[in-house]
């Protein structure tokens, strides 16, 4: 959702006319609407791995989907189609396939959805080159970068210490757990925050679900610890940061490189392995380090602990960070939509 957010916020609306279609209810819609786009639904459901019970009652999800599908292209009349994933995006793509459609595929591997998708759109952009390897040579594939917001872009290391009132000379930990939370990061800050204060500042933001358990234990955790729900100003975090812990989502591709932040990443290991493909990427590039979520209690603190008592590395992490940013990955999409749409 937030990539094509992000590449809203690079067009002219009142040249452009953008509709976004999504699902009914939920947080999309107020995300969205709260932007000033037109917003519509439609009915969808996943079949993947779904129950023989299930089965029958998404699969006519999905025909509803498809038939309101079919009544907002004939109001709206688009002249090219984006699509970022999810199974909503399904029944839209079968019925807009006289339409032109750019598929953006956030992670490397792409999920089962997007495979799917991209049989039916004209072209691909994806986020880095080694998702090349999972479609069709004969698919145009343009490497963009990931879609970074505006608002990061605009904090600055000394800006985003003196947001949280952070002491410059020493280091600071940013731990990340997502909208809605990582409850085993939560939990392993908890475990050794009193030993992480010693020697640093530590940004927490425990996502909603775990937040009402981390401030109810950390009432006496000090001035170096600053936790969070949620933050609009994660960019004030991001910059702020010496070192991030979270998970391996596709935004650490665009939002960790932006900053040069090296980062210990944690894929959530009771999914498909998105994350753990995404981690072994910066990995690779010698731009973050893994730890498996089982390892967490045991051994999150010697990890920081020797990344930090090692500046030479952390910078050489920071470099190979940064290397990676494309910080105009909105605007490349942008500009692909708008070649499609005069085609």
Same mark, same amino acid.
């Given at each position: 959702?937030?990539?094509?957010?992000?590449?809203?916020? &690079?067009? +002219?609306?009142?040249?452009?006319?953008?509709?976004?279609?999504?699902?009914?209810?939920?947080?999309?819609?107020?995300?969205?609407?709260?932007?000033?786009? +037109?917003?519509?639904?439609?009915?969808?459901?996943?079949?993947?791995?779904?129950?023989?019970?299930?089965?029958?009652?998404?699969?006519?999800?999905?025909?509803?989907?498809?038939?309101?599908?079919? &009544?907002?292209?004939?109001?709206?009349?688009?002249?090219?189609?984006?699509?970022?994933?999810?199974?909503?995006?399904?029944?839209?793509?079968?019925?807009?396939?006289?339409?032109?459609?750019?598929?953006? =595929?956030?992670?490397?591997?792409?999920?089962?959805?997007?495979?799917?998708?991209?049989?039916?759109?004209?072209?691909?952009?994806?986020?880095?080159?080694?998702? %090349?390897?999972?479609?069709?040579?004969?698919?145009?594939?343009?490497?963009?970068?990931?879609?970074?917001?505006?608002?990061? %872009?605009?904090?600055?290391?000394? %800006?985003? @210490?003196?947001?949280?009132?952070?002491?410059?000379?020493?280091?600071?930990?940013?731990?990340?757990?997502?909208?809605?939370?990582?409850?085993?990061?939560?939990?392993?800050?908890?475990?050794?925050? +009193? @030993?992480?204060?010693? #020697?640093? @500042?530590?940004?927490?933001?425990?996502?909603?679900? #775990?937040?009402?358990? =981390?401030?109810?234990?950390?009432?006496?955790?000090?001035?170096?610890?600053?936790?969070?729900?949620?933050?609009?100003?994660?960019?004030?975090?991001?910059?702020?940061?010496?070192?991030? !812990?979270?998970?391996?989502?596709?935004?650490?591709?665009?939002?960790?490189?932006?900053?040069?932040?090296?980062?210990?990443? !944690?894929?959530?290991?009771?999914?498909?392995?998105?994350?753990?493909?995404?981690? +072994?990427?910066?990995? #690779?590039?010698?731009?973050?380090?893994?730890?498996?979520?089982?390892?967490?209690? &045991?051994?999150?603190?010697?990890?920081?602990?020797?990344?930090?008592?090692?500046?030479?590395?952390?910078?050489?992490?920071?470099?190979?960070?940064?290397?990676?940013?494309?910080?105009?990955?909105?605007?490349?999409?942008?500009?692909?939509?708008?070649?499609?749409?005069?085609?």
């Amino acid at each position: 959702m937030y990539p094509a957010l992000t590449v809203t916020e &690079t067009l +002219d609306k009142t040249k452009h006319p953008i509709l976004w279609v999504g699902s009914e209810g939920g947080m999309e819609e107020a995300l969205v609407t709260r932007t000033g786009l +037109d917003y519509q639904s439609i009915q969808a459901a996943g079949v993947h791995g779904v129950s023989f019970k299930d089965l029958p009652r998404n699969l006519a999800r999905l025909a509803r989907g498809y038939r309101q599908s079919k &009544t907002i292209l004939k109001s709206f009349q688009p002249d090219v189609m984006l699509f970022t994933g999810g199974y909503v995006a399904i029944p839209m793509a079968l019925a807009g396939m006289k339409y032109k459609s750019l598929l953006y =595929v956030p992670d490397i591997e792409p999920g089962l959805a997007l495979k799917t998708l991209a049989r039916f759109s004209d072209r691909i952009a994806m986020t880095v080159n080694d998702t %090349k390897k999972w479609f069709k040579a004969n698919k145009k594939m343009t490497i963009t970068g990931y879609p970074l917001r505006e608002e990061l %872009k605009k904090w600055t290391r000394e %800006k985003a @210490q003196a947001y949280f009132k952070l002491e410059p000379g020493i280091p600071t930990i940013l731990f990340i757990g997502g909208s809605s939370g990582a409850r085993s990061i939560n939990q392993a800050v908890m475990a050794i925050l +009193d @030993q992480l204060t010693l #020697d640093y @500042q530590v940004i927490h933001l425990t996502g909603l679900l #775990d937040w009402e358990t =981390v401030e109810a234990n950390t009432v006496d955790a000090g001035p170096r610890y600053h936790a969070f729900p949620y933050l609009h100003e994660v960019g004030a975090a991001l910059a702020a940061a010496d070192l991030a !812990v979270s998970r391996a989502g596709a935004s650490t591709l665009g939002e960790y490189p932006y900053f040069g932040l090296p980062a210990i990443l !944690v894929p959530y290991p009771y999914a498909w392995r998105y994350q753990k493909v995404n981690a +072994d990427y910066l990995v #690779d590039r010698e731009a973050a380090v893994l730890l498996r979520d089982e390892d967490l209690r &045991t051994q999150l603190l010697d990890t920081i602990h020797e990344l930090l008592a090692q500046p030479d590395q952390l910078a050489h992490m920071s470099r190979n960070m940064r290397a990676l940013s494309q910080p105009m990955a909105a605007e490349r999409i942008a500009e692909l939509l708008f070649e499609m749409a005069e085609a």
